[in-house]
């Protein structure tokens, strides 16, 4: 079973339309190890049993613990698993991610996913650069960053390069040191802010894996949202037409906004993650969900 259709990347690489990221398998915040180790475990071997064939990691997630359960829970892996990582990004001891590319830290950031995955070579390496404003920049110019892992590509470290977190004139400079196989930034259902990066991205036959695809958690009904900015959470007449769309297909909100990522163009690979088995299984499930041209148009006017 293939999720969603496939979509190769670099031309080369085939990949399942729907995939699993890995961002929520450590503890709070994205720190220490998880609650309850066994269920994270059984998550990553549940995915690749329902045909899920792209895992979104970073060692920076625990530090270590997503790569760590993914080594214990998978390898050695199928042979048509692609496994995509971030660098540039270090913790701090407030559990912050901060940017640390300039090239030794690449390199060594390179050289640790490789040791942790259990692996000769990785298969998609993000370069995560912060031009959607979540991370501050580094003081390395963002050439030399990316020229870095273009060389560690060319020793055969990496197969393919991405790119994290940047504007279309960063993905154009970037494409005259290196081929870019995949770019991901923030984007979803409420968050359009990356929709001039997708266009390119779709010009280009470059991937684009929107994080944070179920709207970090936002979509959830009943959700607490006192707390948060204004304008951040749905809105009462949102999440009408959320809801509308998900009973005319007994579906739930989260399964909308998936099916809605994977109609919005072709080059989306979605990556939802979870720590839940019954999530899992209800992500997955979405990439079944067809939505109608005016269930479409609803979604795109929200």
């Not at 692609?82 to 990004?89: E, F, H, P």
Request: charged fraction near 20%.
């Amino acid at each position: 079973m293939t999720l969603g259709g496939l979509l190769r990347l670099g031309g080369e690489l085939a990949v399942g339309r729907l995939g699993y990221g890995a961002m929520q398998l450590p503890g709070p915040q994205v720190g220490g190890p998880p609650a309850d180790r066994d269920a994270a475990l059984a998550v990553l071997r549940r995915a690749v049993e329902l045909g899920v064939t792209h895992i979104d990691t970073s060692d920076a997630y625990g530090p270590h613990v997503a790569n760590d359960l993914i080594k214990q829970a998978l390898h050695p892996y199928p042979d048509d698993l692609v496994i995509a990582t971030k660098v540039g990004i270090a913790r701090d001891e407030w559990r912050s991610f901060n940017a640390a590319a300039r090239p030794a830290e690449l390199r060594e950031q390179v050289e640790e996913n490789l040791a942790r995955l259990g692996r000769a070579r990785l298969d998609l390496v993000y370069l995560r650069v912060g031009g959607d404003g979540l991370l501050h920049p580094d003081e390395t110019p963002f050439a030399e960053s990316f020229a870095a892992l273009a060389e560690l590509r060319e020793r055969g470290l990496i197969r393919h390069l991405g790119l994290s977190g940047v504007t279309v004139e960063q993905l154009k400079e970037a494409r005259e040191i290196a081929p870019v196989a995949a770019v991901q930034n923030r984007y979803h259902l409420l968050d359009r802010g990356a929709e001039d990066v997708l266009r390119a991205c779709a010009e280009q036959g470059v991937a684009f894996v929107p994080y944070f695809p179920l709207s970090a958690g936002l979509l959830k009904p009943g959700l607490d949202t006192s707390r948060l900015p204004p304008g951040m959470a749905p809105t009462a007449a949102q999440e009408r037409t959320l809801d509308a769309v998900a009973a005319r297909h007994g579906a739930t909100r989260p399964q909308v906004a998936l099916a809605w990522l994977l109609a919005r163009s072709p080059v989306v690979l979605a990556i939802p993650g979870t720590g839940s088995p019954a999530h899992l299984e209800e992500n997955v499930a979405a990439a079944g969900l067809r939505l109608t041209p005016d269930d479409q148009a609803a979604l795109d006017a929200l």
